[in-house]
């Protein structure tokens, strides 16, 4: 369900929280972006510093937080030699 901020009751906030900063989700994340801001909502990105999509978000009107996360195979999957 989607909330209200309590300090700004006139503006619903989108939060994205992203991993991956280049390809698909990138550029989807950054659609979403643009699309958001121009229906008057305002929009959060937070990812891993590097990659096109902070600076394209911020272009586009979003909020832009480093997230320092990283890919990491998941526990027992299999590893590449």
């Known amino acids: 369900m989607l909330q ?3 300090t700004e009751q006139s503006q619903l906030t989108v939060f994205h929280l992203v991993q991956p900063v280049e390809g698909g989700v990138a550029r989807v994340v950054n659609d979403l972006v643009r699309a958001q801001t121009g229906a008057g909502l305002r929009t ?3 990812c891993p510093p590097g990659g096109a999509l902070a600076s394209e978000a ?3 009107g979003a909020r832009v937080h480093t997230w320092p996360a ?3 195979p998941a526990p027992g999957s ?3 030699s």
Do not use: C, K, M
Request: proline content about 7%; hydrophobic content about 45%.
């Open 4 to 6: 209200r901020s309590w």
């Open 44 to 46: 959060v990105v937070a």
């Open 58 to 60: 911020a272009e586009a």
């Open 70 to 72: 990283e890919r990491a």
């Open 78 to 80: 299999p590893r590449r």
